[in-house]
């Protein structure tokens, strides 16, 4: 990976973050009742909150990976562009 090449990776796991949260919304429509259903109720609301805290990190790196990508293509030389 070149170093001017981070903004789509973090645009890729935010997709997969998306992806994450639709499923688990998915999930989280359960109607059969248990005591198995109400583990994964449990499971899947933790989940939710840890998805929810990895979205918050990479949209936190979003502005300072793409500072960084725009200051390495200005920095390389001609021929690399």
Do not use: K, N
């Amino acid at each position: 990976m070149h170093r001017d090449d981070g903004l789509p990776l973090v645009l890729r796991a935010l997709d997969d973050v998306e992806a994450a949260t639709h499923a688990l919304r998915g999930a989280a429509q359960t109607e059969w009742c248990s005591d198995a259903a109400d583990r994964f109720r449990i499971a899947v609301e933790e989940a939710t909150v840890c998805v929810a805290r990895v979205r918050t990190v990479i949209e936190r790196t979003v502005q300072p990976v793409a500072a960084s990508d725009l200051e390495a293509t200005s920095l390389a030389p001609a021929w690399y562009q």
